[in-house]
């Protein structure tokens, strides 16, 4: 079983920026963040295979939010700049053994319990 762990979120004010955080107990999985806002689908935000070198994004995040990964200390982050009151929402960390590209579909095997970011206009 894999172990998953949010941290980072908050509240901030748009325009501003945020770091979130995933702690994994496991190493070489691939891993995504995604997203839900009240009243709203879960969506597919941004994924990162194993080795760090290929990611995809959502396009309303494209060009604003980066995915990277640290092996080393198998944390997985998500930079968060330029942030609108749209972005708010809880943010999810998941790990698949599928690539990255499958991860945007949402199929994936450990979930995290989330973290909130609220973006105030």
């Known amino acids: 079983q894999v172990q998953l762990v949010e941290s980072g979120g908050g509240l901030v004010q748009a325009g501003g920026s945020l770091r979130l955080s995933c702690a994994v107990s496991?190493?070489?999985?691939?891993m995504a963040w995604f997203r839900q806002a009240p009243g709203k689908e879960r969506e597919f935000v941004a994924s990162?295979?194993?080795?760090?070198?290929?990611?995809y994004y959502a396009d309303s995040v494209k060009g604003r939010f980066t995915i990277s990964r640290d092996n080393a200390e198998t944390t997985v982050y998500l930079q968060m700049n330029s942030l609108k009151p749209e972005d708010t929402a809880v943010y999810y960390c998941?790990?698949?053994?599928?690539?990255?590209?499958?991860?945007?579909?949402?199929?994936?095997?450990?979930w995290g319990k989330g973290t909130l970011v609220t973006v105030s206009s």
């Open positions: 998941a790990a698949t053994s599928g690539s990255a590209l499958t991860a945007m579909k949402g199929i994936m095997d450990y």
């Open positions: 496991a190493s070489s999985y691939t």
């Open positions: 990162v295979d194993w080795s760090g070198g290929i990611t």
